[in-house]
């Protein structure tokens, strides 16, 4: 009985094929750490300022339209859901001063975001956390308004019209250099 058994072994070994298993696509997923979570957070970052500082000096003979938001804001948003959809965690950027309702921070996350914008100091944290009652990891780390982000972010009255029109609720402006936009929120779930 275990020769045919130890066959198999060697035929897949020899063959490159593997044995069937139970496993789901969720347990395939490597778990991601802490430290690879804000590996990828302070890459996102400098994609953001990178981005951001394309916006530094436009004139209003080069507004800042629809598309140029598609350009410049929207591929971090898009790089962190892929990213975590990627890894198996939750991922968000979140804001007390909120443009989009979907990003307004709630709970733990509010909190942290009032306590930060009394201590600049504070750049990430790591703590434990539950999240739809399953225990799990939350890393977070600050978003600070860079010069390019004021085009959008800035006074009131110098925004541009598509955000004008489009978010008649804005509350994602009056900002200045080094103050705290927003973080990012990322969740690891508990292997068990």
Not at 15 to 21: I, M, W
Not at 72 to 88: I, N, Q, T
Not at 92 to 117: C, S, V
């Amino acid at each position: 009985m275990k020769k045919p058994f130890l066959t198999l072994i060697l035929f897949n070994l020899t063959f490159g094929l593997t044995l069937p298993t139970t496993s789901t696509r969720a347990e395939e997923k490597t778990r991601v750490t802490p430290s690879q979570v804000i590996d990828q957070l302070n890459q996102l970052s400098k994609m953001r300022e990178g981005l951001a500082s394309s916006l530094v000096g436009r004139s209003s003979q080069d507004p800042i339209t629809a598309d140029t938001f598609q350009k410049v804001c929207a591929p971090v948003g898009k790089a962190l859901r892929e990213w975590a959809s990627s890894s198996g965690v939750h991922a968000q950027q979140l804001a007390t001063r909120f443009r989009n309702p979907t990003n307004q921070a709630q709970g733990t996350d509010a909190k942290l975001i009032q306590a930060w914008e009394k201590d600049p100091s504070q750049l990430t944290a790591v703590f434990t956390s539950v999240r739809d009652g399953k225990p799990g990891m939350q890393i977070v780390q600050r978003i600070p308004v860079a010069e390019g982000c004021l085009q959008c972010h800035g006074e009131k009255s110098s925004r541009p019209d598509f955000i004008q029109k489009k978010y008649i609720n804005d509350q994602a402006h009056s900002f200045r250099v080094g103050d705290l936009r927003g973080i990012f929120s990322v969740w690891i779930p508990d292997e068990s």
